[in-house]
């Protein structure tokens, strides 16, 4: 069973517009976190947001989390073609290990 | 370079055929881990070691076994396999478990016909 579940399955933009994905979890979390993998290669570490935090930045990336709702959103802002990729989020569920969503597939157009 | 490594990258079985998937990590992690990835299925946990000399089923352990040699490297064994087990598997690890991000291998690509 998925802790994650990402939304939506695939998001198409054209580059320079914003993309947002958001994630929905079903357990309490200790932190959630976002990873890319582009097609054929293995997943990269993007941001990482504790429990009692609200919102996160990185570069061109923004990440919120509502623990009432267990749900966050990544905001890529300024997309590139290079971002095109599928994009994850993870929880910990209060555990040791972490679970992954199925993924919301971004295409970016030049 | 600092990461993790995986071999092979690619292997065809036949159905009942055994093999090891090796892991190696050179970035003193405590934690590894190895999920299989299938399509529309997202990554699915099969076995992890929070420390070296501990291992623990994860979502999907059936049909594997691991083994934490050291606190470099981390093995999963397929016994007898079976084509259900086609699918890319990777290896990642993290210094403290779920409180920082984990570096992932860049997969092994199984086929079992």
């Known amino acids: 069973s998925q802790q994650g579940e990402e939304d939506p399955q695939a998001l198409s933009i054209q580059e320079g517009e914003n993309a947002t994905m958001n994630c929905s979890y079903k357990?309490?979390?200790?932190?959630l976190q976002w990873y890319r993998q582009n097609s054929g290669r293995g997943l990269v570490h993007l941001i990482l947001?504790?429990?009692?935090?609200r919102e996160k930045h990185s570069g061109r990336l923004r990440v919120t989390l509502d623990t009432s709702k267990k749900s966050s959103s990544l905001l890529i802002t300024a997309s590139r073609a290079a971002d095109t990729a599928s994009y994850f989020c993870?929880?910990?569920?209060?555990?040791?290990?972490?679970?992954f969503g199925t993924g919301t597939r971004l295409q970016v157009f030049p | 370079n600092a990461g993790v490594t995986q071999t092979p990258k690619f292997q065809v079985l036949k159905t009942g055929q055994s093999m090891t998937l090796q892991c190696a990590q050179d970035m003193n992690h405590n934690s590894m881990y190895w999920y299989r990835q299938d399509p529309g299925m997202g990554l699915r946990l099969i076995y992890y070691s929070a420390s070296e000399g501990t291992t623990d089923k994860g979502e999907v352990p059936n049909g594997y076994n691991v083994s934490r040699l050291n606190k470099r490297e981390f093995s999963l064994r397929l016994e007898s396999a079976a084509p259900s087990q086609t699918s890319v598997y990777f290896c990642?690890?993290?210094?403290?478990?779920?409180?920082?991000?984990?570096?992932f291998g860049s997969g092994t690509r199984l086929t079992v016909v």
């Open positions: 993870a929880t910990d569920g209060n555990t040791d290990k972490l679970i």
């Open positions: 990642a690890s993290s210094s403290q478990g779920q409180l920082y991000g984990y570096t």
């Open positions: 357990t309490s979390i200790n932190n």
């Open positions: 947001i504790r429990s009692n935090e």
